[in-house]
């Protein structure tokens, strides 16, 4: 079917009044058409609702503004490679891609994210003391083995170390992969091991270089850079290469093995996939910085733009024109040898203060540098606040530059924990949760934890693993304001002690009453009062020595 061209009019009016040409071309479009006999090709694009706005393609703003909507396997996963090296190469060079990453990573798992066994006594059976004392006992032996590198497959972290080198790749690289496994060792009783592999060596086999491709397998599953799904959809496996498949070094062939997602007996996961995902159906994460990509480059190119001018301005070198040729350039030597940067004989080094004796018909033409740039900072600031809402982080956060006034540095710090809390829970789901199961599977198993029923009913295990996992708090801008905040949301029954004590610095309230009783009955055997702190007595009305109840 012949398309039917706006004419000249058309295109003229449209630029004035674009729904009326709109009008008038598809008007006459219908009739050429029905002269013809033929239907008119699809839908058409009226300039009304979406049509006149966002979904316009008459309007001289979106002109060129041609988005082709793919799936999330065309936008997010084929991209995954080239976006994990540029986001790692903006890491590398620090600024903003840096501290994005950095802050929250050190804010979400900062020394470690602990858990606090919280079983279902309910559904157990179990009394408060039965459950208090089980509780007690599993943190002591999960310590004995989170506290040591023997929980790492590379015997290089322990397991609050893994926590935050698998939080803050997922974040540079877009998705992280852990290996569960067993390996043996003299040091603990346990075998249960955590292997942290980067993102690079999940890939689909046969790719070149690492770079994210697609396959189809004989039995009908797809693979989309390295993460195998079956027809529904579900993830099947993962193939993991034998080495890194961008190391220059590691001449060994590479090699791919598929490792299923969870054992086939067992219905545990083999592997834990740490992701940001955005979109249903994505299967590999996001780097952090993927949405600010473009203008942390271009921003860190500006900085160093304007620190080369400002360099240039400091230098202050001066030229000395002669008609006397003594057969010398003398450029080479006017810097001393340890100072030079390069070694090149075919370059030369501009230094702060040198006079320079150019030979005869050579002369120097230099840009001028004017004045510093009075809106540097001015410009560096509204990017930052750009930049930074797109990550979720408050200018302030950052930067780390408080410059306003209590209400303000706390509302900053209000926002970005909002942020913090979403990704804690998400990565306490996707990592610390199922490593702690695993774990505890085979305490039970082993018999160092009795657990009945944990291997018999579903029901019975999720009852024995429930946990409550307490990572760093917030901060505090006035701690005495947070103090009493705190008071009067126990008074009336909006927050626990607990809660208080795990959000204002990431402490166990059970923990702490223990200590305090230690601190106040060394303190009464000393002779010395027990300050502020808990107020402790033996009977209803009993006194202590102080005549207070």
């Known amino acids: 079917m012949k398309k039917v061209k706006p004419n000249l009019a058309e295109r003229a009016l449209n630029v004035l009044a674009p729904k009326t040409a709109g009008r008038i071309y598809e008007k006459r479009a219908k009739k050429a058409w029905e002269k013809t006999g033929e239907r008119k090709p699809g839908p058409q694009m009226r300039a009304t609702g979406y049509g006149n706005n966002g979904a316009s393609l008459t309007k001289n703003s979106v002109l060129g503004w041609i988005p082709g909507g793919g799936s999330a396997e065309d936008d997010i996963d084929l991209h995954g490679a080239l976006l994990r090296a540029r986001a790692r190469d903006l890491y590398a060079g620090g600024g903003l891609a840096r501290s994005g990453v950095n802050t929250l990573t050190t804010s979400t798992v900062g020394w470690g994210i602990h858990p606090k066994p919280q079983v279902d006594k309910a559904a157990l059976g179990l009394s408060d003391e039965e459950a208090d004392e089980w ?21 290089q972290q322990n397991f609050y170390g893994l926590q935050e080198l698998a939080f803050r790749n997922m974040l540079i690289s877009g998705d992280d992969f852990a290996l569960l496994g067993m390996k043996p060792n003299k040091r603990t009783p346990y075998m249960t091991t955590v292997h942290l592999v980067e993102a690079d060596r999940v890939s689909t086999e046969g790719s070149m270089g690492g770079d994210s491709d697609v396959k189809t397998l004989d039995n009908g599953n797809r693979v989309i850079d390295g993460v195998e799904i079956d027809k ?19 001449e060994e062939e590479v090699k791919w093995e598929r490792v299923e997602a969870v054992g086939e007996t067992t219905g545990y996961p083999n592997v834990l996939h740490i992701m940001t995902q955005e979109r249903p159906e994505q299967r590999r994460g996001i780097p952090f910085v993927s949405a600010q990509m473009i203008q942390i480059k271009q921003l860190d190119r500006y900085i160093d733009a304007e620190l080369a001018g400002n360099l240039v301005r ?25 100072e030079k940067v390069t070694s090149s004989d075919l370059q030369y080094e501009l230094g702060p203060g040198v006079i320079y004796e150019l030979p005869p018909g050579k002369d120097i033409t230099a840009i001028n540098p004017l004045g510093s740039n009075t809106g540097f900072e001015n410009f560096v600031a509204a990017l930052e606040t750009i930049i930074g809402s797109s990550m979720e982080i408050p200018k302030e956060v950052l930067t780390k530059k408080y410059e306003s006034n209590y209400t303000a540095a706390r509302g900053a710090l209000l926002d970005f924990w909002r942020t913090v809390r979403v990704y804690r829970t998400r990565f306490n789901w996707a990592f610390n949760q199922p490593i702690y199961e695993e774990w505890l599977s085979e305490a039970v198993s082993i018999g160092r934890i009795e657990a009945p029923g944990f291997f018999e009913d579903p029901a019975i295990r999720q009852a024995w693993c429930g946990c409550m996992w307490m990572g760093a708090s917030m901060g505090h801008v006035d701690p005495l304001k947070e103090v009493n905040a705190a008071r009067e949301r126990v008074a009336l029954h909006v927050s626990t002690e607990e809660q208080e004590a795990a959000e204002y610095n990431g402490n166990d309230w059970t923990a702490n009453i223990a200590q305090r009783k230690k601190e106040i009955e060394a303190g009464r055997e000393m ?17 202590d020595e102080d005549g207070k109840n």
């Open 527 to 543: 002779g010395e009062e027990a300050g502020q702190g808990l107020v402790l007595t033996t009977d209803e009305g009993e006194e």
């Open 135 to 155: 509780e007690k006992k599993t943190l002591r032996e999960f310590r004995l083995w989170a506290e040591n590198n023997m929980c790492d497959y590379e015997r």
């Open 314 to 338: 400091a230098m202050l070198t001066a030229f000395i024109k002669s008609d006397v040729d003594n057969a010398q350039l003398n450029l080479e030597d006017v810097i001393p040898g340890e």
């Open 232 to 250: 529904d959809g579900a993830v099947a496996a993962y193939w993991f290469t034998n080495r890194h498949p961008l190391s220059e070094e590691n």
